[in-house]
């Protein structure tokens, strides 16, 4: 077994899960280490645990987005068998089939999770985390200047984003900011998943769509779609996004608007992984037509 496993299983052991017998390496998160833990009675769970952990309450607030978008939103998420501040355990899902039928389910997932979770305010209870950094939902009324704030301009204090952005760079994100009420349509709060990249879509036993690793709030619902849309979804996901769009609603031009809304995740990346897999180069292309020109 090699060191990380073991450190999963020690944590497992000291959680009180004495009869696991091993863990083997899952795939999928970046922050955490990850595992599918062996039970004596040959059952297995879902186990992550950081290093350092990042806050005592990371796994709470995970626990509670994960229980939160199925008892408010409505869809399936993990069994949370555990989760105190060094362990999560979980029930184990399956990966997901990317079939056109499977998209179109999750199609009307997210929609119902989308329209029937709508908040007079923007943010949650709490803070929360995106990977191994606090998520800030301090709550505002006015959606703009949550967005602004504490999803974009509020990683510009990261030492990653400080070295990849430039002062030309910053005053760009600045500009954005203060344009967004030009840029972006008025639209209202709803329960947000968070980090819904393609990655943490997963599938229940029985095959239903599935979702992990939240990092919930109440904001506006393109950010979620935002995080699918640029994170190279398969192909048999083309019909997810013209049925959400008529379940929901939406206009003819929110492509237009995904760029915009994905440099949050973006920036999360740049200030917490080298490499970042172009994140800030894809940040600077965003902010282009911000610059000020002399």
């Not at 299983?9 to 000291?14: C, K, P």
């Not at 769970?45 to 409505?74: C, H, I, M, Q, Y």
């Not at 997963?202 to 640029?230: F, K, N, Q």
């Not at 031009?253 to 897999?277: C, G, K, S």
Request: proline content about 6%; overall charge negative.
């Amino acid at each position: 077994m090699s060191a990380s496993m073991s450190f999963l299983l020690e944590r497992l052991h000291a959680a009180g899960l004495t009869d696991v017998v091993a863990v083997e390496p899952a795939s999928g998160g970046l922050a955490a280490t990850a595992g599918l833990a062996h039970r004596r009675d040959g059952t297995q769970v879902f186990v992550k645990a950081f290093r350092e952990p990042p806050s005592e309450d990371t796994f709470a607030a995970e626990a509670e987005g994960l229980t939160v978008l199925r008892e408010r939103g409505g869809g399936a998420t993990p069994e949370i068998l555990l989760a105190d501040r060094d362990v999560l355990v979980l029930s184990v899902l399956r990966p997901r089939a990317d079939t056109v039928a499977f998209w179109e389910q999750f199609a009307h997932v997210l929609a119902h999770l989308h329209t029937t979770t709508r908040h007079a305010r923007f943010g949650w209870h709490r803070d929360n985390w995106l990977g191994r950094r606090r998520q800030v939902n301090t709550w505002e009324d006015d959606g703009f200047e949550f967005f602004a704030q504490h999803r974009l301009l509020r990683w510009l204090g990261e030492p990653r984003v400080q070295q990849a952005l430039g002062p030309a760079d910053r005053a760009a994100l600045e500009r954005l900011c203060d344009r967004l009420p030009e840029l972006l349509p008025l639209r209202p709060a709803c329960l947000t998943h968070g980090d819904l990249w393609s990655l943490n879509l997963m599938a229940t036993p029985d095959g239903r769509p599935a979702l992990i690793d939240p990092a919930v709030s109440y904001t506006w619902a393109e950010v979620d779609l935002a995080h699918l849309w640029t994170t190279s979804p398969p192909p048999e996901a083309n019909g997810f996004f013209e049925l959400y769009a008529e379940l929901t609603g939406l206009d003819r031009d929110w492509r237009e608007r995904m760029p915009i809304l994905q440099l949050r995740q973006h920036l999360a990346v740049t200030a917490q992984f080298d490499p970042d897999w172009g994140a800030a180069d894809l940040v600077r292309a965003t902010l282009a037509p911000f610059r000020r020109r002399h």
